[in-house]
Structures are given as C-alpha cells and as structure tokens.
T-cell receptor
Framework: GENVEQHPSTLSVQEGDSAVIKCTYS??????FPWYKQELGKRPQLIID?????GEKKDQRIAVTLNKTAKHFSLHITETQPEDSAVYFC???????????FGAGTILRVKS | DARVTQTPRHKVTEMGQEVTMRCQPI?????VFWYRQTMMQGLELLAY????????DSGMPKDRFSAEMPDATLATLKIQPSEPRDSAVYFC????????FGPGTRLTVL
C-alpha cells in the first residue's frame, strides 16, 4: 500500500523567510497530492493540491511542486507570516475518491 | 459556504459507556471518512463510505467500534464500550478527491 513520509517534523523560520516541506510517496500509481494546514485546536484545512499531470501549482504565497520520477512533492511558503504557524500535512492518493494516506505532519513556527 | 458538521463537539464519559458521534457531510458529497487524531499517532483513518456503502474499516477496532451511514446526510461512529485509550479527537471528512474536514469531536474517556 501507499506510504507517505514527510520532512522535517519541525521547522522554525524567521518572518519573511521561505519555508519548504517535503514528502515522498511509495506508490507510483498515486496521482493526487493535497496539503492541509491545521491550526491548534482546529480542523485540518485543504490549502492546495496537485495532480500527477501537473508539475507545479501556485496560489499566492504557497506553491506545490511534484517530481513523479523521484516520487516526491514539496510545499513552498514564501514571505512567511506569524499566521502561517501551524501543523502541515501532506497526503497522497491513487484514483479519484480513494483514501488519502497522510504524512506525519510538520510543525511550522514563524518567529516574528 | 458549505461545511461538514459534527456533534457533539466535546464529550466526557466514563470507561465502559457507549459513545455516539454524528457527522453531516457536505450536501452532494458521496464519500465520507472517519479519522482519529492523537498527538502520538497523527491522523488515522478509521473507516470510509462511498454512496453510503462501507469501503474500508480496517483501521477500526472491530470489537468496540462501528460506523454507519443511515442516510446520505448522516454518518455515525459508535464506541461501545469506551476505554481511556479511545480519548482523542475524531474527525469526519467528506469529498473527493480533496477532503473537507468537520470541526471534530474531542472525546475524553475517564
């Protein structure tokens, strides 16, 4: 079955700097990769996703890149702000509607 | 702005008691998921349904947990009997391929 590994487990950056979180997956058939942000005590929220027919997707300060050959994908946050502090989860899935396999999460702290 | 809703938001109970958690998925979403989140285990998938039919409940302790979808607007997760190790936040999510999470039920079993 699919396995998703996420690194780093914690990440501290200075406000205004960029943050990068990386995930690798095992099942080459996976074709859908979402990212979730979870603030303390809140629900995980879908912030961006990418499908395997796309190499990069951007939405304002966040972007996701996918390398199918290497089976890894990354979340990039530019110009980080204190409100970006949260736990970020990556996930992978094969086929529409199939179950997501989540990474273990990355605690991002943005220091002001 | 359509959202997944869950009740109750908090539940404190004593070991051995039955606990029922309810979820209303986003209207039109045919796939519904139940997750458990603890500090140690992250997000664990317990069960999921498509068009109300259970597809996978391999993540659920079968002897005490059960999940159902009585109709398209209601999913339930039941624990009987509850144990202290069941203390966690239980999330329901709906949608495919991107899943939208409810606010969760924080369960404490004393």
């Amino acid at each position: 079955g699919e396995n998703v590994e996420q690194h780093p487990s914690t990440l501290s950056v200075q406000e205004g700097d960029s943050a990068v979180i990386k995930c690798t997956y095992s099942d080459s058939a996976s074709n859908y990769f979402p990212w979730y942000k979870q603030e303390l005590g809140k629900r995980p929220q879908l912030i961006i996703d990418i499908r395997s027919n796309v190499g990069e997707k951007k939405d304002q300060r966040i972007a996701v890149t996918l390398n199918k050959t290497a089976k890894h994908f990354s979340l990039h946050i530019t110009e980080t702000q204190p409100e970006d502090s949260a736990v970020y989860f990556c996930a992978g899935a094969w086929e529409y509607g199939n179950k997501l396999v989540f990474g273990a999460g990355t605690i991002l702290r943005v220091k002001s | 702005d359509a959202r997944v809703t869950q009740t109750p938001r908090h539940k404190v109970t004593e070991m051995g008691q039955e606990v029922t958690m309810r979820c209303q998925p986003i209207l039109g979403h045919n796939t519904v998921f139940w997750y458990r989140q603890t500090m140690m285990q992250g997000l664990e998938l317990l069960a999921y349904f498509r068009n109300r039919a259970p597809l996978d409940d391999s993540g659920m302790p079968k002897d005490r947990f059960s999940a159902e979808m009585p109709d398209a607007t209601l999913a339930t997760l039941k624990i009987q009997p509850s144990e202290p190790r069941d203390s966690a936040v239980y999330f329901c999510a709906s949608g495919e391929p991107g899943q939208f999470f409810g606010p969760g039920t924080r369960l404490t079993v004393l």
